[in-house]
């Protein structure tokens, strides 16, 4: 076989600036795009590899075939018995097959396919010039990119997320010539909107495309421009002798938004530092893209601004961006000013005003049923937290009508524990309004108060509860109203603090709580809750833990979900060992006989076999001992025990032909095994997993 040569293929789309939100899965999507079109046109790249700027995607795509590799085709056309009469000439229908190949009769073959003969077409197509294919390739990949949001521009038809300034597109040295929107491909792109020449800058080859874009001031490596806003950052830190307040999400931001970073400190005025940290966390990261700095675990009147450019007189970048900020702080301290002129109790008149979601009232109304759920919940799982849990329910949402967070929504709990404090509530309640957001996304940290606990379990519920009675659930590619994540934070809280409250309680606990408004659709509305949550949890468990032992274990119950956690987790060491398939075996077998059958009660003395006999005290043995383990949740031990019962249930099964004959003896087994299995189904359903 030929080994046909290979290039790189360099493709780079220049716009006007995409905002930082969208540039990450554009680029992904460009690259996947482009691979996908190589790999159908039978040119695959070797790899690919992505750059982004605010003003550019590109891909860099490595070893693409210079043509495709020739290939035979097949066709196959009617039995030989119908293309060639009974002297072996062709027929009508032998000769139309050939004629519709571009063939003479005498090229087709023969071929046996599932005992019949068959005349076939051969022909061998060979593979075109991948120059020939790519301009179809990268104009279909700039046409199937999704954005949120596009635009169109002058009078083309062609949408993309902003208006297209140039094409790069080289294959090796030579150019890929088309067009798209209305702009026509090259071999130059465009370096830094201040910081470059302003000049086309001519790119020889994809090994040339970083050099040239770092000598015109970009850096169109992510992970580049990360290290140097780290680094930069790391030089701030200790000429100032402060601490940054690491935020991954606001660095991941700033990458995007820069072509060049250039990092600078600013400071201001002391007097913001009585607002609560957050404030000024948030106003920074919001409004400014800054990060903030600590001194001694509080929070310092310094920032850490980056920038796209780098300017001659950095000082006076500095100095706009204090100024700028100020006036964020200003407007900042006096709404903090202002909301804290009356207590925290009279914003809640004003929920009345705001709705919740039509059918379900206001927020007021939303406020009263969390009252009453959580001091139903409390009852259940923490008696003592009661009062503060019901002031704090009372008061929960009362921040929502304040100025700050009509500014800044995303410090709803924020300002309502401060707001608290500020009007004289106790400690636990303030606390207890903030944790009732907890957690707030993936890798926060759950409520540690028992208030906090019961409000974000009441919370929620309601919410959950409330769309399912709408019929507002979630679709496999719509979740308006986040019930998902608001499920898997009722899951996290259950779990990781360790509440053995049955699910179904407290969402019928939920349910009631609505009084007449889901008295038609109530038993309805708890099933398909209880449902929609255990996916969740199994949802959350299977990105930890093997499948067929979250579904083994879950096939028995789910209703107390740290136990349901704790019984995968004894399991799932296992898996590791290397006899992990005969100790499930015997339990797999136990279950699979008796799952289907009617089970009597068992006769001792009607055994015959001593190896019948040998397991049924064995089972005896082990039974109560079982259970006490599973009712303390010493699941490890419980399951050892269970294991203890493995020879005796594989010295059964070598000895006692189960489906016997003798009707009698074949239901006294039966009957044995059914308690046997009934035991292990008490920890799990083994026969779910494989083996």
């Known amino acids: 076989m030929t080994t046909i040569p290979t290039r790189d293929l360099l493709f780079e789309v220049g716009t006007e600036e995409i905002p930082a939100r969208m540039t990450g899965k554009a680029l992904a999507d460009l690259v996947d795009l482009v691979a996908k079109g190589l790999a159908a046109q039978r040119i695959p790249a070797a790899s690919t590899r992505g750059f982004v700027t605010p003003r550019r995607l590109a891909v860099i795509a490595r070893g693409v075939p210079e043509r495709q590799e020739d290939r035979l085709l097949e066709k196959r056309g009617p039995a030989v018995k119908l293309a060639r009469d009974a002297d072996g000439n062709p027929t009508k229908a032998g000769l139309g097959f050939a004629r519709s190949q571009g063939l003479e009769f005498a090229d087709l073959a023969t071929v046996s396919a599932d005992g019949v003969d068959y005349v076939f077409a051969r022909k061998q197509q060979p593979g075109q010039p991948s120059m020939a294919l790519l301009p179809g390739i990268l104009v279909e990949a700039l046409g199937q990119m999704k954005f949120p949001k596009v635009m169109r521009w002058a009078s083309q038809p062609q949408a993309f997320v902003r208006p297209i300034h140039w094409l790069l597109a080289l294959f090796g040295a030579d150019g890929v010539p088309f067009e798209f929107a209305g702009v026509t491909s090259s071999n130059h792109t465009t370096g830094h909107r201040f910081m470059g020449s302003g000049k086309p800058v001519t790119v020889a080859a994809a090994d040339a495309y970083v050099d040239a874009l770092e000598k015109e001031s970009v850096i169109p490596d992510t992970e580049e421009r990360r290290r140097r806003i780290e680094h930069e950052a790391a030089r701030i830190e200790a000429d100032l002798g402060l601490q940054l307040v690491r935020d991954p999400e606001l660095t991941d931001h700033v990458v995007h938004l820069t072509e060049f970073p250039v990092a600078a400190s600013g400071s201001f005025d002391e007097k913001f530092l009585e607002m609560p940290?957050?404030?000024?966390?948030?106003?920074?990261?919001?409004?400014?893209?800054?990060?903030?700095?600590?001194?001694?675990?509080k929070l310092a009147n310094r920032f850490l601004v980056i920038n796209n450019t780098r300017a001659?007189?950095?000082?006076?970048?500095?100095?706009?961006?204090q100024r700028v900020l100020a006036a964020r702080l200003e407007d900042a301290l006096?709404?903090?000013?202002?909301?804290?002129?009356?207590?925290?109790?009279?914003?809640?008149?004003?929920?009345?005003?705001?709705k919740f979601l039509a059918g379900l009232g206001t927020m007021k109304d939303k406020a009263d049923r969390v009252e009453r759920l959580a001091a139903r919940i409390a009852a259940e799982i923490a008696p003592a937290a009661a009062p503060a849990a019901t002031r704090a329910a009372a008061l929960?949402?009362?921040?929502?009508?304040?100025?700050?967070?009509?500014?800044?929504?995303?410090?709803?709990?924020?300002?309502?524990?401060?707001?608290?404090?500020?009007?004289?509530?106790p400690d636990d309640v303030a606390v207890a309004i903030f944790e009732h957001y907890l957690p707030r996304f993936s890798g926060d940290a759950v409520p540690a108060t028992d208030a906090g606990t019961?409000?974000?379990?009441?919370?929620?519920?309601?919410?959950?509860?409330?769309?399912?009675?709408?019929?507002?659930?979630?679709?496999?590619?719509?979740?308006?109203?986040?019930?998902?994540?608001?499920a898997l934070a009722c899951v996290r809280i259950l779990v990781e603090r360790t509440l053995s409250v049955p699910l179904s309680r407290l969402v019928a606990l939920a349910a009631d709580t609505f009084g007449a408004l889901l008295s038609a659709t109530r038993d309805k509305v708890v099933a398909d809750v209880l449902e929609f949550v255990t996916g969740r949890l199994r949802h959350w468990l299977v990105s930890d833990h093997a499948t067929?032992?979250?579904?083994?274990?879950?096939?028995?119950?789910?209703?107390?979900?740290?136990?349901?956690c704790e019984k995968v987790r004894a399991i799932e060491p296992?898996?590791?060992?290397?006899?992990?398939?005969?100790?499930?075996?015997p339990f797999k077998r136990v279950i699979n006989i008796t799952r289907s059958q009617a089970a009597g009660a068992f006769l001792l003395e009607l055994t015959q076999i001593e190896a019948e006999k040998t397991l049924y005290h064995a089972f005896l043995s082990v039974r109560e001992k079982v259970a006490f383990l599973l009712s303390q949740r010493r699941y490890p031990e419980a399951l050892a025990l269970l294991l203890d019962l493995k020879p005796p249930v594989d010295r059964y099964f070598d000895d006692v032909l189960v489906n016997c004959e003798?009707?009698?003896?074949?239901?006294?087994?039966?009957?044995?095994?059914?308690?046997?299995?009934?035991?292990?189904?008490?920890f799990a359903d083994f026969s779910r997993i494989l083996v």
């Open 574 to 585: 296992l898996r590791a060992r290397k006899d992990y398939e005969d100790l499930i075996l």
């Open 454 to 486: 019961v409000l974000a379990l009441a919370d929620r519920l309601d919410t959950i509860v409330g769309c399912f009675h709408l019929g507002l659930a979630p679709t496999p590619t719509k979740d308006p109203y986040a019930l998902r994540r608001a």
């Open 548 to 564: 067929e032992v979250v579904d083994a274990v879950l096939a028995c119950g789910a209703d107390v979900l740290p136990d349901v």
């Open 334 to 354: 006096f709404f903090y000013t202002e909301d804290r002129e009356q207590p925290l109790a009279a914003y809640t008149a004003k929920l009345a005003d705001q």
């Open 662 to 682: 003798d009707k009698a003896q074949r239901d006294n087994h039966i009957a044995m095994l059914s308690e046997i299995g009934r035991l292990f189904l008490q």
């Open 396 to 425: 929960c949402k009362a921040d929502l009508t304040t100025r700050m967070v009509g500014e800044f929504p995303e410090l709803q709990g924020v300002m309502g524990r401060e707001y608290a404090r500020s009007s004289g509530e």
């Open 312 to 321: 001659r007189d950095m000082a006076l970048v500095v100095r706009g961006n």
């Open 277 to 297: 940290a957050e404030v000024l966390v948030t106003s920074m990261k919001n409004h400014q893209k800054f990060f903030a700095f600590n001194k001694d675990g």
